[in-house]
């Protein structure tokens, strides 16, 4: 048993690989065929060609793309990412800068939306059908349908430029009292929540009906448990996987929502750094941010994987 689950999850490990080769292919093909010329663009409109061909081939532009990439995947790998042609300092050296700020702000988006997200999926799930359901279904599946940059734009009109409670603009750096943390995250927070929830929520209620419709809750309801036990000692247990398994696919989302959001709201995180390079045409810093988000949505898509082969036996048979 132990030996079929080591593989399984070393497969996945495999696949991940795999398809982290894959995206470094894409991601590398597509920006060495963006329109422009990343030499031309560091050094302005001023420049002479001789600049410009002595910057080229400084940076390897000069190269053919197959030597370019395989340098570029080499250094991947030993974690030299390069040098930021607009920045004039080491990729990593600003990744590092960024990386903590976008870490606080999924930690808190996601210690803020985990339990609220069970918590409405498991009471829509006890009142199934009832009209508490009906409407926590409908605002679930609305907030769903609605795109983020909206979910943005409406809360910076009502609470930065109609009531004057929050900041439009996120300045995490600044953050020193308990109010100053409220100012920078609450937005930014709210906005990755709205979706983030809904999402969570419907896939906990679906996973906690799953096992409300099993025969052993049913057993324990003729012998007269109560609604709340049944839930908490019955059914939350064996929905653990499948719960799991949904909050690290809703978290994923955060890596796509997070862009928008530290862009709307000045965020400095690293999805707001990689905006500015694709802006100034920074290649190096372009490439190195984007396979860090694929890595960061296939280490949480691992875990769901993870999860599901636990929580199900007839997966770890097959």
């Not at 803020?112 to 799930?125: C, D, E, N, Y």
């Not at 896939?203 to 057993?219: G, K, N």
């Amino acid at each position: 048993m132990h030996n079929t689950l080591y593989w399984l999850i070393a497969r996945r490990l495999g696949l991940v690989a795999l398809t982290l080769l894959i995206v470094s292919m894409v991601v590398f093909a597509i920006t060495a065929i963006l329109p422009g010329d990343a030499a031309q663009q560091a050094l302005g409109q001023f420049a002479t060609p001789e600049q410009v061909a002595a910057l080229r081939t400084q940076l390897g532009l000069d190269q053919p793309g197959i030597v370019r990439y395989l340098h570029w995947l080499g250094g991947l790998v030993t974690g030299h990412l390069g040098d930021s042609v607009s920045n004039a300092m080491p990729v990593s050296e600003l990744m590092a800068g960024r990386l903590p700020s976008t870490l606080m702000l999924a930690a808190v988006t996601a210690l803020v939306s985990v339990p609220v997200a069970l918590t409405l999926g498991i009471v829509s799930a006890m009142r199934r059908g009832g009209r508490l359901d009906s409407v926590l279904s409908f605002c679930t599946l609305t907030l769903v349908a609605v795109p983020e940059f909206l979910v943005a734009t409406l809360a910076v009109l009502i609470f930065a430029v109609k009531l004057r409670w929050l900041s439009a603009l996120s300045f995490a750096t600044e953050v020193h009292t308990p109010l100053a943390f409220l100012r920078a995250y609450a937005l930014p927070v709210v906005t990755l929540c709205c979706v983030i929830v809904a999402q969570m929520a419907r896939m906990t209620r679906a996973a906690v009906i799953d096992q409300l419709d099993s025969p052993y809750v049913e057993m324990a309801r003729l012998k007269g448990a109560s609604p709340v036990r049944i839930v908490l000692r019955h059914a939350l247990p064996n929905a653990i996987g499948p719960i799991v398994n949904a909050v690290a696919l809703s978290l994923s989302y955060l890596l796509g929502g997070v862009v928008i959001v530290e862009t709307i709201f000045n965020y400095p995180g690293i999805a707001s750094l990689m905006v500015d390079a694709v802006t100034n045409r920074d290649m190096a810093l372009v490439q190195a941010c984007t396979m860090l988000f694929c890595a960061a949505y296939l280490a949480l898509v691992l875990v769901a994987d993870v999860a599901a082969i636990l929580s199900n036996p007839r997966l770890r048979q097959q």
